[in-house]
């Protein structure tokens, strides 16, 4: 009985204060107090966007690319995760020039947009090459990573958003 109390409650402690193991170990190792006067640097926060649609939700697929980017420029160091369908956005063999909503940005132009704010964007290996994807046809800012630079991206993310 006390072996399993000693489990539980730290285990309610974290539950109960949101924090991963992670997060509690990293709080217990308090940093040197900065500098007087001197601005504490925040961490980047680092963000996968994950998206498996594509054409046929366009809704989707623009609301992705937009947050995305509204991420990047808002100083999160951003992945946009296409798998499934998704890995077609990628695909320079299909067209881009759709539009969704009232704006009069095309697909293609929120695309380029979120990689010029300095976004990435990675392929799973496996769903692109079953849409025939590779190195060749990338749109710019495109790669397909191994499966283990991919599994390292999403472990590294501070927060995971799915369309």
């Given at each position: 009985?006390?072996?399993?109390?000693?489990?539980?409650?730290?285990?309610?402690?974290?539950?109960?204060?949101?924090?991963?193991?992670?997060?509690?170990?990293?709080?217990?190792?308090?940093?040197?107090?900065?500098p007087?006067g001197?601005?504490?640097?925040?961490p980047?926060?680092?963000?996968?966007?994950?998206?498996?649609?594509?054409?046929?939700?366009?809704?989707?697929?623009?609301?992705?690319?937009?947050?995305?980017?509204?991420?990047?420029?808002?100083?999160?160091?951003?992945?946009?995760?296409?798998?499934l369908?998704?890995?077609?956005?990628?695909?320079?063999?299909?067209?881009?020039?759709?539009?969704?909503?009232?704006?009069?940005?095309?697909?293609?132009?929120?695309?380029?947009?979120?990689?010029?704010?300095?976004?990435?964007?990675?392929l799973?290996?496996?769903?692109?090459?079953n849409?025939?994807?590779?190195?060749?046809?990338?749109?710019?800012?495109?790669?397909?990573?191994?499966?283990?630079?991919?599994?390292?991206?999403?472990?590294?993310?501070?927060?995971?958003?799915?369309?």
């Amino acid at each position: 009985m006390k072996r399993t109390m000693k489990v539980v409650i730290p285990l309610l402690a974290v539950a109960t204060l949101g924090l991963s193991p992670g997060s509690l170990e990293a709080q217990t190792q308090q940093a040197p107090p900065a500098p007087r006067g001197a601005q504490a640097a925040r961490p980047q926060r680092q963000v996968v966007v994950h998206l498996t649609k594509d054409a046929g939700d366009l809704h989707a697929v623009a609301m992705s690319l937009d947050l995305a980017q509204a991420l990047q420029e808002g100083g999160a160091r951003v992945t946009l995760f296409l798998d499934l369908e998704g890995v077609r956005l990628a695909d320079t063999r299909v067209p881009n020039q759709l539009g969704w909503g009232m704006g009069k940005q095309t697909i293609a132009d929120r695309y380029n947009r979120f990689v010029k704010a300095g976004g990435s964007v990675l392929l799973c290996p496996h769903c692109a090459e079953n849409a025939g994807l590779t190195t060749a046809n990338l749109r710019q800012g495109a790669r397909l990573p191994t499966p283990r630079q991919l599994a390292e991206t999403i472990l590294q993310a501070d927060q995971v958003i799915d369309y």
